[in-house]
């Protein structure tokens, strides 16, 4: 159990900032660096389903889960597309690895892909 209260956990990090003689903010700044995200980017389709098969249909080649939506992942970046329970939207979450350029490219050309595919709902 590390799980059973916040403190264990605390205690570890408090641990780790003493070793590393580092603040939290830096060590949160350096994780953030390593993995850059999109954060969540939502975007109103007629036809999620749809959308989503188009997506999958390009990205093909990538290994997929769809145990929340759309998962793929390649050796440099993953995606998620998912449904909203809530709203009318899909939902969007990209994430490389030390890439804030790849990040970009490929956010850009979901994006493109998703409101290509929802144009031709319409």
């Known amino acids: 159990g590390y799980c ?3 403190m264990l956990p605390w205690l570890l990090v408090c641990r780790l900032m ?3 003689n580092s603040p939290l903010s ?5 994780r953030m660096a390593a993995y850059p995200v999109s954060g969540e980017i939502n975007s109103r389709v007629k036809d999620p389903d749809a959308v ?3 997506v999958e249909q390009q990205y093909k ?3 997929k889960d769809y145990t929340d939506g759309l998962s793929v992942e ?15 939207v899909l939902r969007l979450n990209v994430e490389t690895r030390a890439d804030p350029q790849l990040l970009r490219k490929k956010t850009k050309e979901l994006l493109a892909i998703i409101r290509d595919s929802s144009d031709k709902d319409k």
């Open 18 to 20: 003493s070793i590393q």
């Open 61 to 63: 080649d990538g290994e």
């Open 4 to 6: 059973d209260t916040g």
């Open 74 to 88: 390649f050796p440099l970046y993953r995606f998620n597309l998912r449904k909203s329970n809530t709203e009318p």
């Open 26 to 30: 830096a060590m949160v700044n350096d």
């Open 52 to 54: 989503i098969r188009a």
